[in-house]
Every structure is written in C-alpha cells, then in structure tokens.
C-alpha cells in the first residue's frame, strides 16, 4: 500500500522561507516521477513542481521559477520543496505525488500521471 505523507507547513510572513518534506512509502521503484501541488478552496489544483524519476530532472509552474526548488534524496525516499521570498499568493494547500511515469513529461501540471496523493499541508504567508 502507498502512502504518501507531507509536512513542513505553517505561518510565514511574506518574504520568508519554508521547507516543505514528502516521505512515500510502498512504491515499487526509489526514483518515480514526484510532484508538488497546491489548491486553494474552490479552485482549481495547480502543479507548482516535478522531478522526474528518471535522470532527475526539474519542471515548475511559472510563478515559483526562481523561488522554488524541488529536489529528492532516493535513499530516505524523500522528495522537498524549498520555497523562498514567499507571497501572500502562496498560500495554499500543498499536495506531494507520485507519478506512475518515469518523467514529469508536457503536461505534469494536471496532476493526471499522479497516482498517489498526500493528505497535504497547509501554507499561509502573511502580508
């Protein structure tokens, strides 16, 4: 059975840091394609980040280019997102998931290649 788990969520004021953390267990593979995720109520989800699971490559949604970065660590199963200068508009709740595909591919941000999904933690910047 997968579970995915996230943590690392909270209260900052705009232009501070966090680190989000994502642990997923049961997966038949160490390196499948993981992806981070955030929606506000009533709207729409929207794909903030990916790495693939094959060659580690990196993909993120314009807003947080610059901001945000996605990396793993295979060994602990562990997939982070450091976001950085935070803005009210980051505020959201934020999913991990893992793909069934070995890339992140064109269309990642829909969220449809992720078959398992976290619980999420929630992100609140203060203005």
């Not at 903030?48 to 610059?66: Q, R, W």
Request: aromatic share 12%; hydrophobic share 30%; charged share 15%.
């Amino acid at each position: 059975q997968v579970q995915v788990v996230e943590s690392g969520g909270g209260l900052v004021q705009e232009g501070g840091s966090l680190r989000l953390s994502c642990t997923a267990s049961g997966l038949t593979s160490d390196d499948a394609t993981m992806g981070w995720f955030r929606q506000l109520p009533g709207k729409e989800r929207e794909g903030v980040a990916c790495v693939s699971g094959s060659g580690g490559g990196t993909a993120y949604t314009d807003s947080v280019m610059g901001r945000f970065t996605i990396s793993r660590d295979n060994a602990k199963k562990a997939v982070y997102l450091q976001m950085n200068k935070l803005t009210p508009e980051d505020t959201a709740m934020y999913y991990c998931a893992s793909s069934v595909y070995p890339y992140c591919g064109a269309y990642w941000r829909a969220g449809h290649n992720f078959a398992f999904w976290g619980q999420g933690t929630q992100v609140t910047i203060s203005s």
